[in-house]
């Protein structure tokens, strides 16, 4: 039989499932981004064997023992770093980062700023339960002000990061945002993330049940969501509301919160553009204003993404430009350098 005549097997994501047990607490948020990356990779065209999973240290880094594809768990705040060597060096491969807010934003922040200006061409997610889970409880870098945890019993005084917003000053030339629960909207970011060809940001909130349950909860109850959620759509107003009957309009620079009817309708308002760099930086500050009077829902989806040149690519152009003005080279020489003596 010929190469042409052979035809790759569909996959299924039960072809992405090992045989390992799952060990998460019952009740945890991964159980379902487990099962939406499951269900989402047979769909992006791409082998498993050309699949890399790397991850750093905490609950969530277990996710490589779960998938089957290639992966490798790493160390604590490394997987970005590992990450960037293994598509410096195998750019043909799919390459996914599976992290937490305290691995990807505490010890390993300096790593992910630095892989994002690059723009390799991987996609990070990250878990973000505003919790340090594996290690029992204390607060992370995205723990809220007055946090009460193991580490903080009478509440933490620290500042927390907006991940979007680190992610946005560090030039990411995509960052998105999604929930556990909503499996849905999280199977078309991460198809989404693997669309863009440079670094993709996706932050994902996942409830902690056993140290900081329901720390997402009125974003993702049908009681609370249509108040508190806004779903971007590129080219469609931001709207929103259990009858989709608020908005968000622009007053000067401003964003305020308008409700849909004699005063004001959809020709009024604010109209998403993800390639809109500073429109996307308010849409990821819009939680940070503590204003009553004009309280913002939660934006979901992707606030920006753009096309940009990425790291390895211009790595392989740059080696293939040397050899051929310098020629291949001689390792031997390149070690010795030009400050060698000979000393009779």
Known sequence: MSAENIVAPVLTAKDFATDQEVRWCPGC?????LAQVQKVMPTIGVPKENIAIISGIGCSSR???YMNTFGMHSIHGRATAVASGLKATRPELSVWIVTGDGDSLSIGGNHTIHLLRRNFDVNILVFNNQIYGLT??????????QKITKST???????????????????????????????KHLQAMLSRSHQHKGSSFLEIYQNCNIFNDGAFEIF?????????ALFLEQGKPLVFGANQQKGIKLDGLRPVVVELGDTYNLD????????????????????DNPSELNHFPRPFGVFFAKARACYEDMLQLQIQEAIATKGKGDLNKLLRGREVWTID
């Open 29 to 33: 948020g991964d159980y379902s981004i």
């Open 63 to 65: 996710f490589p023992y």
């Open 136 to 145: 029992k409880g204390q607060y992370s870098p995205t723990s809220e002000e």
């Open 153 to 183: 019993p009478v509440g933490s005084i620290d500042h927390p990061f907006n991940p979007l917003a680190l992610a946005l000053g560090a030039d990411a030339s995509f960052i998105a945002r999604s929930m556990d629960r909503d499996p």
């Open 220 to 228: 993702t109850e049908k009681s609370t969501k249509p108040e508190e």
């Open 268 to 287: 009024d308002l604010w109209i998403h553009d993800e390639t809109d760099f500073y429109k996307a930086q308010t849409l990821v500050r819009l939680f």
